[in-house]
């Protein structure tokens, strides 16, 4: 199957999508080498560009959920978010099931832009990077508040530290099912991270 090169998610998608997927990238290289102040310590400049980028991924995660509220194309928003619908569920299980059945046989599941399944991880994918991104901004609004040391705030750093684990797996999953479906045929990478308009279905040149 030769793969498809639509690109219908919107300019704005595409650039908050962007934007947010190496913010996030800066912040998980930078956890790395970052040494955090601590205990009189001070800490080093790769902590200072994980906070910049952080409220810059805080920023676009914002950006790309309004997007996301208010754009009239693209993927519903209902199936980003089927957790308040008794019939969205019931498509997401039964599509989880149809993928459980299929990845159970070592086989692909095939394409579809409309999966609920993918959808709604995609959507949880959103919300984590969301909470990981306020968590952050919260220490430090904290800090430049003076507030650094309440029970709340620290709670928020340690509930940072542990999402950051699942922060790692989303991206790994989502980025390699991208990279799957990228050259297995089922859908190009530019779908999202092309630069051009979007346009209506375009016919794989020959
Ligand atoms: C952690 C950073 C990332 C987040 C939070 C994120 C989030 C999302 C979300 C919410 C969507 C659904 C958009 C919609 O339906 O309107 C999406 C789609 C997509 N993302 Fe990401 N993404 C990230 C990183 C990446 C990376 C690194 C790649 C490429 C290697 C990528 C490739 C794609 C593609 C190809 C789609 C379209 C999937 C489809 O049509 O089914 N994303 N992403
Ligand atoms: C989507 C945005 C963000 C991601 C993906 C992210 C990722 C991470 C990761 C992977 C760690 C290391 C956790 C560990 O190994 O225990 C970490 C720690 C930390 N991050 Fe972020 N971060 C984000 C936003 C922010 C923001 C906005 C700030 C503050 C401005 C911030 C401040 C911190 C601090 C202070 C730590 C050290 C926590 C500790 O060890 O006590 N982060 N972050």
Redesign the pocket.
């Known amino acids: 199957m030769k793969p498809s090169t639509k690109t219908d998610?919107s300019a704005g998608?595409r650039l908050f999508?962007a934007c947010?997927?190496?913010?996030?990238?800066s912040q998980l290289v930078s956890s790395q080498f970052m040494q955090v102040p601590r205990e009189g310590r001070p800490g080093n400049w790769v902590f200072e560009v994980h906070e910049y980028s952080g409220l810059f991924a805080m920023t676009m995660?914002l950006g790309?959920w309004i997007?996301?509220i208010t754009?009239i194309g693209?993927?519903d928003m209902g199936?980003?978010l089927p957790w308040f619908s008794a019939a969205r569920r019931a498509a997401f299980w039964a599509d989880t099931k149809r993928h459980w059945k299929i990845a159970r046989t070592f086989r692909l599941p095939t394409?579809?832009?409309d999966?609920p399944f993918?959808?709604a991880i995609?959507?949880l994918?959103?919300l984590?990077?969301t909470a990981m991104a306020a968590t952050g901004t919260l220490y430090w609004l904290a800090g430049v508040a003076g507030y650094q040391d309440r029970l709340a705030v620290s709670l928020a750093i340690d509930l940072h530290g542990f999402m950051a684990n699942l922060?790692w797996a989303?991206?790994i999953g989502?980025?390699?099912?991208?990279?799957i479906?990228?050259f297995t045929g089922g859908?190009?990478?530019r779908?999202?991270?092309s630069t051009s308009p979007p346009t209506s279905v375009k016919e794989p040149s020959k």
């Open positions: 998610y998608t999508h947010l997927a190496l913010a996030v990238l995660a790309l997007v996301v754009r693209g993927t199936l980003l394409y579809r832009q999966s993918a959808a995609h959507g994918g959103l984590l990077i922060v989303y991206l989502h980025a390699g099912m991208a990279l479906h990228h859908q190009t990478l779908v999202m991270w």
